[in-house]
């Protein structure tokens, strides 16, 4: 089984829709992130979670919201779906290191079209 | 604050040709510099990685320098292989986030 595991894989929507990504990992570790990729752009950054009681925003949090359900759970969901949120969302965490940051390990994505 | 640009592809190589992704960085302080590969289908996974100046990072036959002087962290593979076809990312971090440049997709052709 993969250490960071996405739900659903791939979800058509609706403009307007309530959406829903979930995220949970095995490896135990306290930072979690949610990023959205997009042709050209690389990847930026929604939301990150460094517990369970701490939640940031990132550079694109609008439109956005997110849920730390426990350590190993982290939600993102989209309130009112929009079609510029047609993207691919990754899930990543990462352990603490001795200096910043250390490697992230994402999960394999999570493909939202919203029409 | 902190941002990362990498040469746009996408490149297209032959099997065993020389590959170079340039990338340079913008930052406060002295983050630490990471390249990610996507291969198809996947999530990213990191390639290597370096904490300070002039470090050396190297995976795979993949190599790149920490060079503080010219700002830069250019990913060179002296031979690639058909399986190195994918998606590379240059990226930088601060204390608790990574910045990603746009990637850089390459085919190799064999």
């Known amino acids: 089984d993969a250490d960071v595991t996405q739900t659903p894989r791939n979800r058509i929507t609706k403009t307007g829709k309530r959406i829903m990504l979930e995220c949970s990992q095995t490896k135990g570790h306290d930072r979690m992130y949610w990023y959205r990729q997009d042709p050209g752009l690389g990847l930026r950054l929604i939301y990150y979670s460094f517990d369970v009681k701490d939640i940031n925003k990132g550079e694109i949090s609008d439109g956005y919201s997110v849920s730390r359900q426990a350590q190993a759970k982290f939600s993102l969901s989209l309130e009112s779906a929009i079609p510029n949120q047609t993207a691919l969302y990754f899930c990543?965490?990462?352990?603490?290191?001795?200096?910043?940051?250390?490697?992230?390990?994402f999960g394999e994505g999570s493909r939202l079209t919203v029409l | 604050g902190n941002s990362v640009t990498q040469m746009e592809g996408p490149v297209t190589l032959s099997e065993e040709a020389f590959l170079t992704i340039n990338c340079t960085y913008t930052?406060?302080?002295?983050?630490?510099l990471f390249w990610y590969v996507q291969y198809p289908g996947e999530g990213l996974q990191l390639l290597l990685k370096?904490?300070?100046?002039?470090d050396k990072g190297s995976n795979k036959g993949f190599e790149a320098t920490y060079r503080k002087e010219t700002t830069s962290f250019h990913l060179e593979k002296g031979s690639v292989q058909v399986s190195d076809s994918a998606v590379y990312f240059c990226?930088?971090?601060?204390?608790?986030?990574?910045?990603f440049g746009a990637g850089t997709t390459v085919t190799v052709r064999a």
């Open positions: 930052a406060t302080g002295y983050p630490s």
């Open positions: 370096a904490t300070k100046a002039d």
């Open positions: 990226a930088l971090s601060d204390d608790y986030k990574l910045s």
């Open positions: 990543a965490t990462s352990g603490l290191s001795g200096r910043g940051l250390g490697e992230l390990f």
